[in-house]
């Protein structure tokens, strides 16, 4: 009596495609290569994917790259890989650029304070300028608020001012720009007259000479897109020294002329 032979069972893999097994052994490093891509602030190529996760070829890195942007395009997600600077990155879609850009504007508008603007208007219209000068025009030390500035990314330092002590000179960034609505900074207000700095000790830090004339007004920043209106709508405007007519006439009495 013959025996029945077996009956194949039918593979269900696609012919060229990669099995079920091998597809579920991609999935983790397809997650892998989007966390490697969430976390670099630059773009990472595929030769750096693949020394890091420890393949073969960069063509195994372009083939899970490729798998992360169809399984995203896939699930409608917000994010989606790019190849830029030769390499890739993971970025928003464009569409959902309006909701990022009030985003950012409400984070400035619920941390910025009152002397930070006031500040920041100070670095804005006499860019680029040192610390000193600063503290000059608001008559106490903004040694905090310029690193707060800093860490919020709205001023960097543009290099160092050719006088004692070398100060640090900063000026505003991109970023500055992208909060407040500008283009550039020809889209800044115009200020009443020229911002004029008081002589400063030529100590980096120390304190300058009270002005021997008065500062014109800084126009305020755009309310609506740094702050409350309560609260920055004049946040300029404390750099300007009091009216001219205001001043202590000093020892001679009022008799003095004013100088000017």
Partial sequence: MSETPETPTPSTDTPGAPSTESAAAAAPLVNVVEALLFASDAPVEASRLQE??????????????????????????????VEVGGGFRLVTRPEVAPWLVKLARSRTRSR?????????????????????????????SSEGVLDNL???RMVRIAGRKDSPGR?????????????????????????DGALIVPEIAPVEGQAGAPADEAQPELPALDATASGPADDTAHGAESASAPDPDQQDPGPGGSDVPARG
């Fill in 52 to 81: 890091v996760l420890g393949l073969g070829a960069a063509a195994e890195a372009r083939e899970l790259v490729e798998a992360l942007r169809q399984r995203l395009e896939a699930d409608g997600r917000a994010l989606q890989v």
């Fill in 112 to 140: 910025l304070s009152r002397p930070a603007l006031e500040t920041l208007a100070i670095v804005a219209y006499r860019q680029p300028v040192s610390r000193p000068e600063v503290d000059a025009v608001r008559g106490v």
């Fill in 150 to 152: 800093l860490d919020r």
């Fill in 167 to 191: 100060p640090f000179l900063y000026e505003t960034t991109r970023d500055f720009l992208v909060a407040f609505g500008l283009r550039d900074l020809s889209d800044l207000p115009k200020p």
